[in-house]
């Protein structure tokens, strides 16, 4: 069966620099999730989309902005990156009323 | 406030032996329930689910979880644990009319001794 597939699978970059990271949901799910998980940490809460309109956010920081496109992909786009950015980055995706939500391998970003 | 409580950080059981993890929520709405696998640099499995009805809910890899409102707990179960069972095991919680946005707890960490 399909999965969420999230790209890059690693990311290296230096302090002040920008970052995208990308998120191809399961075929038909429209809601996409996105989840930051630091280093010995629990996964926390950024953002999510349902139908390319941003439904909930958490506590994601003002350098970073994230959008659904018309195909459901996702993109989180991080700039100004610190060195606090590192960390592992979540996809997850679920159709419209259904709760499961199943997550991709994860972008794994790290900031030098 | 809505948190999630894994109150045991790490465990060691031996493999053939049994294993419960605990978990303790505290939400204002009606929650629906998940336990997640992590395997190290790996993203997380789903193991199973609970949103309503039976609260005794049966998963994937032998495991099962109970679903128990008095107690607000959600405690993973396995009769019998596999060395191949050692990884980090993630409760989360969830909401119907919340965004869907899922808390988790912080995680426990199984060893399993041979």
């Known amino acids: 069966a399909a999965g969420v597939i999230q790209s890059p699978r690693h990311l290296i970059k230096e302090k002040r620099e920008t970052a995208t990271l990308k998120c191809y949901p399961i075929p038909r799910h429209d809601t996409v999730y996105w989840y930051q998980q630091g280093p010995g940490q629990d996964p926390q809460f950024l953002i999510s989309?349902?139908?390319?309109?941003?439904?909930d956010k958490g506590s994601i920081p003002d350098r970073f902005s994230a959008q659904q496109f018309s195909d459901y992909h996702s993109e989180l786009n991080m700039s100004s990156l610190e060195l606090g950015d590192s960390a592992l980055y979540f996809c997850a995706s679920s159709s419209q009323g259904a709760e499961t939500q199943y997550f991709g391998p994860g972008t794994r970003l790290l900031v030098l | 406030a809505q948190s999630v409580t894994q109150p045991d950080i790490h465990i060691t059981v031996s493999e053939g032996a049994s294993l419960e993890l605990r978990c303790n929520y505290s939400y204002g709405a009606t929650p629906y329930l998940f336990w997640y696998v992590q395997s190290p640099g790996q993203g997380l499995q789903l193991l199973l689910k609970y949103f309503s009805g039976d609260t005794l809910v049966q998963g994937i890899k032998g495991f099962e979880a109970e679903f128990k409102r008095s107690q607000s707990s959600f405690n993973l179960r396995k009769p019998s644990v596999h060395w191949s069972d050692a990884a980090e095991y993630f409760c989360?919680?969830?909401?119907?009319?919340?965004?869907?946005?899922?808390?988790f707890g912080q995680g426990t960490e199984l060893s399993v001794k041979p």
């Open positions: 989309f349902y139908e390319k309109m941003q439904s």
């Open positions: 989360a919680v969830g909401a119907y009319n919340q965004g869907g946005k899922l808390i």
